[in-house]
């Protein structure tokens, strides 16, 4: 009877658990907006030399100005950096990012442009923009230690926001309204290549 039990206890905690594998993947990614594709990040190798606009990469492959708008180039390319470890002081794709680095490799390599290059720098930087007025490409902000600017990321839309979180975490997307970011917020720009 007990051997019997143990079974039936093993079979059903065998099939609890492939549901979970199979179901919490699905349920933990993200929400993106329709209009955002979903990127793989590609397993190659990719020449970190800035570029001028009129030449910047996307990993490595020339990017078509002519049938992207500015913010389209800056989200498309950040979504591609996905998974990128975080690394305190990083600023270029082969060591990891922190946050502002990510947010200053995005703008150079996108669009030509060189943001200052840290987080509170940026942040005096550009045009305000209310949270009302969010566009994709606009730089959000918050105070994740005490009363002065520590964090940046890239808006996407929908309220969704990439980033460099920190350290042991990749570079990922995450909500405005989740209740660590809603709580930090601090203001969002826009910079001048935007505005």
Request: with cysteine; charged share 20%.
């Amino acid at each position: 009877m007990a051997t019997t039990r143990r079974a039936v206890f093993f079979c059903f905690s065998a099939a609890a658990l492939t549901l979970a594998c199979l179901v919490t993947p699905a349920l933990a990614r993200p929400l993106l907006p329709p209009e955002l594709p979903s990127i793989e990040t590609p397993p190659v190798s990719v020449s970190l030399t800035p570029a001028a606009p009129e030449a910047a990469t996307e990993m490595g492959a020339p990017v078509d100005h002519s049938s992207k708008s500015p913010r389209r180039l800056l989200a498309d390319f950040a979504l591609k950096l996905r998974n990128i470890a975080y690394v305190r002081g990083g600023r270029e794709l082969s060591t990891g990012f922190d946050c502002s680095g990510f947010v200053r490799y995005v703008y150079q390599h996108a669009l030509g442009e060189d943001l200052p290059t840290n987080s509170v720098s940026q942040f005096e930087a550009g045009e305000h923009v209310d949270k009302s007025g969010l566009k994709m490409g606009d730089l959000v902000f918050f105070k994740t230690h005490g009363k002065r600017i520590s964090h940046v990321g890239i808006y996407l839309d929908n309220g969704l926001f990439i980033h460099s979180p920190s350290r042991g975490k990749r570079v990922r997307i995450d909500h405005l309204d989740g209740s660590y970011w809603a709580k930090r917020f601090a203001g969002a720009k826009r910079p001048d290549s935007l505005t």
